[in-house]
């Protein structure tokens, strides 16, 4: 895991709920799937980088992430060489996107040698910060 998450709870526009704990990813979708995902990280972006962002999941899934000089962020770079800075702080029309980290902020792979995509979200419609 690259860093704790901010805890906070908060619900999408399309319906899903999520939990999320320092360590621990917790979604249940608006069509009734649940997943519950120790290690993994979740960020926050708009609208118009979560389209680029969906689009370049497919096309270029190695990507590294890295911190931003202290600040309350993350830079994403993919392997065409372009990146994208993101929030740790959720806010009211951000779009969720979770990933698991190893601690240099690479991506990872499942056990089965599987490399673990990201999951981008619909744009957050109200949120509840939980003491950190």
Do not use: W
Not at 46 to 59: H, P, S
Not at 70 to 77: K, N, P, S, T, Y
Not at 108 to 126: A, E, F, K, Q, S
Request: charged share 25%; with cysteine; aromatic share 10%.
């Amino acid at each position: 895991m690259f860093f704790e998450n901010h805890p906070c709870t908060f619900k999408t526009s399309k319906g899903s709920s999520y939990i999320i704990a320092k360590k621990v990813v917790y979604r249940e979708s608006f069509r009734g799937e649940t997943f519950d995902d120790p290690g993994r990280n979740i960020f926050y972006a708009e609208q118009d980088i979560t389209r680029t962002l969906l689009d370049k999941r497919v096309k270029h899934l190695i990507y590294q992430v890295s911190k931003d000089g202290g600040r309350d962020g993350v830079i994403i770079r993919f392997s065409d060489g372009s990146s994208y800075r993101l929030t740790i702080i959720p806010q009211i029309g951000l779009c969720p996107i979770d990933m698991f980290l190893d601690d240099n902020g690479q991506c990872t792979h499942d056990p089965m040698g599987v490399l673990r995509r990201c999951h981008i979200g619909h744009d957050i419609t109200n949120i509840k910060y939980l003491t950190r």
